[in-house]
């Protein structure tokens, strides 16, 4: 089957490393195969994800020569390609699933959950503690008329795993590692997990290279294509760039931002150092994307948070 990869930016603020370097990871494992790239606009919080900045993230994109075959100015036969646009496709997903008994709605606050005596995992997440899980009609009705509910959907007591391209396998409990999920929040916006399974699959997108804060994302997103019978893709989860406090790389690191980036250096010293923290390029010389295809190995990726010497990005080698 013909790869297919993808780049999914949130665009809620100018491109930073982190994102740089997973859009350069897509791109190379799919170009190396021979395979297309698409760029999606995960904008669904229209809120916090202004066009501008997809529009910004697509330029940004272009000057570093990551290209992509459909998407945003490509155009292409699987649009629109900004989620805000996509919502159609979600509600009738969701529906699908409501009609199955799958889906409920809950009413807690985000204050009301973290409070709940629900275990909070190692990574700081809380497991959904069942709160509105069995409601009676009668109960939905009456909270409703104060409140409008977020949807979650229903998981069994079930282990769902998968064998990462890059980490190898990994495997959670749906009901005790993470609870029953939203699908749509109370704000009517549909869920990240609900959306991407939806997008990558009506794709045709074969895998997906994204960041590792999201490999926990996977066993989820692995039983909606199962609950909605859709084929899922493969899937290789990139180390992250942690900032040389060992801070993890935010939007808000305003030297990892392009706006501070690209008027100091050409597209080819950043691809360069990229490359060389991703350790598949033995010094951090420039190099264009279409050069690194040579060069680039998943093996080589290191498996842990990569930290940016200090000082590494400051001037051009
Ligand atoms: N939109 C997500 C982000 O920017 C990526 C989602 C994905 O790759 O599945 O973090």
Known sequence: MPTVGRFAPSPSGRIHLGNIFCCLLAWLSARQKGGRVILRIEDLDTARCPRWYGEQMAADLRWLGLTWDEGPEAGGSHGPYWQSERTA????????????????????????????????????????????????????????????PALRLRVPEEDWGFTDGHLGVYTENLARDCG???????????????????????????????????????????????????????????????????????????????????????????????????????SAAPRTAEELLAEFDWDRVPRRDVRIPNGFFNTAS
């Open 180 to 282: 029953d999920f939203l699908l749509r929040r109370s704000d009517g916006l549909f869920a990240y997990q609900l959306a991407v399974v939806v997008d990558d699959a009506a794709m045709g997108v074969t895998e997906v290279v994204r960041g590792a804060d999201l490999l926990d994302s996977t066993p989820r997103q692995l039983y909606l294509y199962h609950l909605l019978g859709l084929r899922p893709p493969a899937f290789y989860h990139a180390p992250l760039l942690l900032a040389p406090d060992g801070r993890r790389l935010s939007k808000r690191d305003a030297d990892a931002g392009l706006d501070t980036l690209r008027p100091r250096m050409t597209a080819e010293e950043l691809l360069g150092k990229l490359a060389y923290l991703g350790g598949f390029h033995p």
């Open 89 to 148: 496709l979600y509600q009738a997903a969701l529906e699908q699933l409501e009609a199955r008994g799958l889906v409920h709605p809950c009413f807690c606050t985000r204050a009301e959950l973290h409070a709940a005596s629900a275990p909070h995992r190692e990574d700081g997440q809380t497991v959904y503690p069942g709160t509105c899980r069995s409601l009676t009609p009668a109960q939905v009705e009456e909270r409703r008329r104060t409140r409008s």
